[in-house]
């Protein structure tokens, strides 16, 4: 598995398809990569994910019906599709499955706005995303995933500070964040 996400409880990984089977892969995917169905299997067997969310960042184009099925398989209904081409993002919209969009420096304006569930939020060299931006997608209903600077090996404890006050100030639980350093941040974000 990838990094976990989310300081409120998740799982962020990477879906490939590899020889006809979906699999959790960041790279290129070898024969002793998990499969997707074996890592559903201990997520929906687990009572420590019951509340999780699952941000599923594909890899591969045309995996929309298998992943519908997957998810169906296993009844989980509280994840997300994210970083797909936009042709690609179009038939998850068009198959009824929970997609985000991306807003960074280089994607201004998000795509499929409208239809999509929540806005995955990156900073790729700089710190940009500020009240304002986050209060504007809350406004609009969407969810909100911040991509945290440390997986872009920048300095992270500034921009949590901000992100901590921010989430203070709108107290409103449709804020995420994701993270490598996962443990330090629960620290962080429950003092």
């Not at 997520?43 to 960042?57: E, H, P, V």
């Not at 969009?101 to 994607?107: F, G, I, K, L």
Request: aromatic share 12%.
């Amino acid at each position: 598995m990838n990094k976990s996400a989310n300081i409120w409880g998740g799982v962020e990984t990477d879906i490939r398809d590899y020889n006809g089977h979906l699999v959790i892969s960041h790279d290129i995917p070898t024969k002793d990569s998990l499969s997707l169905d074996e890592l559903l299997s201990l997520y929906s067997n687990c009572n420590i994910y019951s509340n999780s969310t699952l941000a599923l960042n594909i890899k591969s184009d045309g995996l929309q019906i298998e992943l519908k099925s997957i998810l169906q398989k296993y009844k989980i209904s509280n994840y997300f599709f994210f970083d797909m081409s936009v042709p690609d993002a179009l038939g998850y919209i068009k198959y009824g499955l929970n997609v985000f969009t991306r807003q960074s420096e280089y994607e201004t304006t998000p795509s499929f706005y409208q239809e999509a569930i929540g806005v995955w939020l990156d900073e790729f060299n700089t710190h940009w995303i500020d009240e304002k931006i986050i209060k504007t997608h809350l406004e609009n209903n969407k969810q909100i995933c911040i991509v945290s600077p440390d997986l872009h090996s920048r300095d992270y404890l500034k921009e949590w500070q901000e992100y901590k006050q921010i989430e203070a100030k709108l107290n409103n639980s449709n804020l995420m964040l994701c993270t490598d350093k996962v443990e330090e941040a629960r620290r962080f974000f429950n003092e």
